[in-house]
């Protein structure tokens, strides 16, 4: 196992991202690395989050950025099993419950699925977010992100409303206050087995992402 600080190389992106675009750096690389290859994550769309698979690094955008709700995965797994038994190379992101999901899915162990563990406290439902657009009268959440006012005042989330686009002050959103305080928290994942099948981990910084290497030698190469 090892440890290292990361963030991605390329400005435009990291500015786009979250905890310096650490996942973003290995999704870019995975794509290099690998033809015929598929990166999957949490996508912020019509007001929900939901798992979605991308093929090109075109589309990275959707899955960048935090999403402070939990991510509905359904019907994701199998499409995962479809991919891997067409021989691609998948790499997958979710919270620990999700990976241990799609490994208690698939029951096997595939040499082309690469898994990106995002380290987490638990996650509000989508009640939280529904809420919120409610209270400030908003059709819409554009992002739960905004690095106009600096990295440490970042988690402004930006609302449509009346047709206007506005950021709400960290200090006005209650469900991040809530989740940061331990409340409105729908799952908290405690996996009690520590030799889990991941790659890599990600522990979210404001500036940069923890990423632990999991198993350096169980592959050809890893992405750095």
Known sequence: MHAFGGWC??????????SGGAFTGIA??????FENSYVIGACLENNQVRHRCISTHKDLPLLMNSKYIQSDTKGIYQYVKQLLQS?????????????AGLYGYLRKRYDHLYTVEIICHGIPGQ????LHLTHFKSTKIISFREKE??????????????GDTKVIAEKMICFIRYL????WIEKVAVIANTHRLIEFQILQLPIFGVVIIKRSNSKKAYLY
């Not at 190389?9 to 979250?18: C, G, N, S």
């Not at 006012?149 to 009346?162: C, D, M, P, V, W």
């Open 180 to 183: 940061q305080d331990g409340y």
């Open 9 to 18: 190389k390329d400005d435009a992106l990291r500015k786009k991202a979250a």
């Open 149 to 162: 006012y600096g990295q440490y005042a970042s988690q402004h989330t930006t609302l449509e409303i009346n």
């Open 28 to 33: 870019l690389d995975f794509f290099q690395c």
């Open 87 to 99: 021989n691609a190379y998948v790499l997958f992101s979710g919270t620990p419950c999700q990976i």
């Open 127 to 130: 009640e939280a977010l529904d």
